[in-house]
């Protein structure tokens, strides 16, 4: 069992930046791949970004490439997730999530979900 702890949301204008962090119990982190979704009011939980488990893969989703960067600390059992140039449209509720495949952009791929942390980007 991982349980997973976001913090670090909160409201930004736009241009700002903001500094996700997830929390993992157990001493299994290093295993997993960990993730980031998000889901906006009356929308769809999509995909952000997703790390391998040594950190050495990463991916992203289009509508925040170049913009926000996942990495890990193993020794902390922590995954960041750093958002720069913020924009009116990230706002929604991030999701941290673990899973024991490999990195994929698709949800059914993860086993794990934090309860979630808000952002609001104003205009």
């Known amino acids: 069992q991982v349980q997973l702890v976001e913090s670090g949301g909160g409201t930004v204008q736009a241009g700002g930046s903001l500094r996700l962090s997830c929390a993992a119990s157990?001493?299994?982190?290093?295993?997993?791949?960990m993730g980031w979704f998000r889901q906006a009011p009356g929308k769809e939980r999509e995909f952000v970004a997703a790390?391998?488990?040594?950190?050495?893969?990463?991916s992203y989703a289009d509508s925040v490439k170049g913009r926000f960067t996942v990495s890990r600390d193993n020794a902390k059992n922590t995954v960041y997730l750093q958002m720069n140039s913020l924009k009116p449209e990230d706002t929604a509720v991030y999701y941290c999530?673990?899973?024991?495949?490999?990195?994929?952009?698709?949800?059914?791929?993860?086993?794990?979900w934090g309860q979630g942390t808000q952002v609001t980007v104003s205009s």
């Open positions: 999530t673990a899973g024991s495949k490999g990195v994929s952009r698709s949800r059914t791929w993860y086993d794990y």
């Open positions: 157990g001493r299994t982190f290093s295993r997993y791949v």
């Open positions: 790390i391998s488990w040594s950190g050495g893969t990463t």
